[in-house]
């Protein structure tokens, strides 16, 4: 069936990086702007990063901004999003969507 499988989650201390990717397989990754979106304990889902199916526009949340980059690579389906300087409110489990799927989240971890 269709999948998004994010991977790339972990454990990183303040101001730390990490790479998170979104495989994405059975149904056409290309045709379809592609989003990452976070969640935090007792918080909203939240919009972090959207790019457009080409991957020429980019969006982000204020509160990323200057630190996350979107990007994709359409011919390997996949989605990545790279987080420099993180900070502890970063933490939250992400979650990569494109049309009506989404993947199962991977958690990202800021402490010291």
């Known amino acids: 069936q269709v999948q998004l499988v994010e991977s790339g989650g972990g454990l990183v201390q303040p101001g730390g990086s990490l790479r998170l990717s979104c495989a994405a397989s059975?149904?056409?990754?290309?045709?379809?702007?592609a989003t990452w979106y976070r969640q935090a304990p007792g918080k909203e889902r939240e919009l972090v990063a959207s790019?457009?199916?080409?991957?020429?526009?980019?969006n982000y949340a204020d509160s990323v901004k200057g630190r996350f980059t979107i990007s994709r690579d359409n011919a390997k389906n996949t989605l990545y999003l790279q987080m420099n300087s993180l900070k502890p409110e970063d933490t939250a489990v992400y979650y990569c969507?494109?049309?009506?799927?989404w993947g199962q989240g991977t958690q990202v971890t800021v402490s010291s």
């Open positions: 969507n494109a049309y009506v799927y």
């Open positions: 059975r149904f056409t990754f290309s045709n379809y702007r």
């Open positions: 790019i457009t199916s080409g991957g020429g526009s980019t």
